[in-house]
Structure formats: structure tokens, C-alpha cells
């Protein structure tokens, strides 16, 4: 091959493969791409609300006699936290009677457990739950402290009220939306277009159509308690109780067209 035919044919492929490199640059286009777009808010905010569960139970040969003891321990603690919290909101439930059996007889080889022969009540164990649920959180440890001299602490749970969770909705609303707005902002980046030619068809705020898996529903960050069994009315020490915070979530999906 001359030198003047070797020539042109490295022209011809140099050519060929400016060619291909310019066809692999150039940008895919997006004009009328759909683009589905889920977004997240948050806010954590301090707890204002708490509710506490107080238990009495009785133990006694005589079902009445525990049953009576009971009655009479519950209608005092509910005339204390009363006195003690009068904005409190009290609900008594679970009210329950069990009976008592004996220990069955140690079995050995010579005297084998006798089937079908059922162990005799000894005694009946009778209670029933209190549930308070409070604002007063300042005075909470006071209130409780006065509670388990006559009744036991079963539960603690901090939370936030009902009127402090819709007072936080449009915040909520507000976080979740920018959210929207920079993710697509960010898509636009990543696509080599304008934020500008972003065109928003749809925003899902409850995340329930087929755009994105549900969400699983806000958690608050709670503070756990249990004490054991306050059998006699007797002078408690005031507990130490860190309300903490709850975090609420939202979670919007947006249906976005590129013009």
C-alpha cells in the first residue's frame, strides 16, 4: 500500500471514530420524561404528654376478701390522683379474678403423679388496672410517688398530646415538601436540565398510590417503666422521669414531568 493510500485511510478512520465519540456524548434526551419522586420529612419535638398505668392486686383465700381490699384500694388511689392532678384524665380497665391452685405433689417412683386428679384452690389473686394519661409533667413525679404508696407502677409511656401533634402538622407539611424540591432539583442536575423545566402532575402526601412501598407509621421515641407489687400503703420516693422527645415522620411521593 503507497504511502499516500495508508494516509487516507487513517483520515477516513479517524474520522469514523470522531464520529462514534461524538454520537456517545451527546446527552439522552428527556424531553416529556416522567419522573416519580418520593420525599421524606422530619421533626422531633419534646414530649408533653404522659401516661401511666397503675395496678392494684389482692391475694386471699377468701375471693371476697381480696375482692373487697381491692375495690377499696382503687377508689382511694383514684380520690388521690384526683387530689393530686385534677387535669389528669383517668380510665380503669381490666378488671380480673384468678384462682389460686396448690403445688402439685413432688412425683418419685413410688408414689407416681395420679392422672386426672385436679390440684384444690388455695386462694384467689384479684386486680384490676388504672390508667392516667397527664400534661402536668412537672408534677409527675410527685403524683406517681404518692400513687405507689397504695398501688404499683405497671407502665410509663411519653408522648405527644393530640393538640400538640396537629399544632406540628403544617411544619411537618412544610419539612416534607422541601424535601420534594430539593430531590428534584437534584434529578434535574443528574439529567442536565433546569430545575425551571420541572413540570409537578402530582403530590401523594399519604405515600399510598403504587409510586413507592408504605411507609411505616411514626414511632415516638417512648421512656419504658416497671416496678414490682406495692402490697401496703407506705411513704414511696419520688421516681426520676426524662420525658425525652418523639419524632414524627411524613412521607409524600411527586409525579414530575421534564417539558
Avoid at 4 to 12: E, I, N, Q
Avoid at 49 to 70: G, N
Avoid at 127 to 150: C, D, F, I, R, S
Wanted: charged content about 20%.
Amino acid at each position: 500500500m503507497t504511502p499516500s493510500r495508508k494516509f487516507m485511510l487513517g483520515a477516513v478512520l479517524a474520522t469514523a471514530c470522531l464520529a462514534t465519540q461524538a454520537q456517545a456524548q451527546a446527552p439522552v434526551q428527556t424531553t416529556g420524561t416522567i419522573v416519580v419522586v418520593p420525599a421524606n420529612g422530619e421533626i422531633s419535638v419534646p414530649n408533653d404528654q404522659a401516661r401511666v398505668t397503675l395496678q392494684v392486686e389482692e391475694q386471699d383465700k377468701d375471693k371476697a376478701a381480696a375482692a373487697s381490699r381491692v375495690n377499696q384500694k382503687m377508689k382511694q388511689g383514684i380520690d388521690l390522683l384526683k387530689h393530686q392532678d385534677p387535669q389528669a384524665s383517668l380510665k380503669s380497665y381490666g378488671y380480673y379474678t384468678y384462682a389460686v391452685y396448690a403445688e402439685p405433689l413432688p412425683v418419685t417412683a413410688q408414689q407416681p403423679r395420679q392422672p386426672g386428679k385436679p390440684r384444690p384452690v388455695v386462694g384467689w389473686r384479684v386486680g384490676q388496672y388504672l390508667e392516667m394519661t397527664t400534661q402536668n409533667l412537672a408534677a409527675l413525679p410527685k403524683t406517681v410517688a404518692a400513687a405507689q404508696g397504695l398501688m404499683s407502677l405497671n407502665g410509663l409511656q411519653f408522648g405527644l398530646s393530640p393538640a400538640a401533634a396537629k399544632k406540628l402538622d403544617a411544619a411537618l407539611v412544610d419539612a416534607t415538601y422541601k424535601n420534594l424540591e430539593e430531590r428534584v432539583g437534584f434529578i434535574a442536575g443528574a439529567m442536565h436540565r433546569a430545575p425551571s423545566d420541572a413540570v409537578l402532575e402530582t403530590v401523594d402526601f399519604e405515600g399510598s398510590g403504587n409510586y413507592a412501598a408504605p411507609a411505616a407509621a411514626p414511632m415516638a421515641k417512648m421512656a419504658m417503666m416497671r416496678s414490682d407489687m406495692a402490697q401496703e400503703s407506705v411513704q414511696v420516693a419520688e421516681p426520676s422521669f426524662e420525658p425525652g422527645e418523639s419524632t414524627l415522620n411524613m412521607r409524600l411521593v411527586g409525579k414530575v414531568r421534564f417539558k
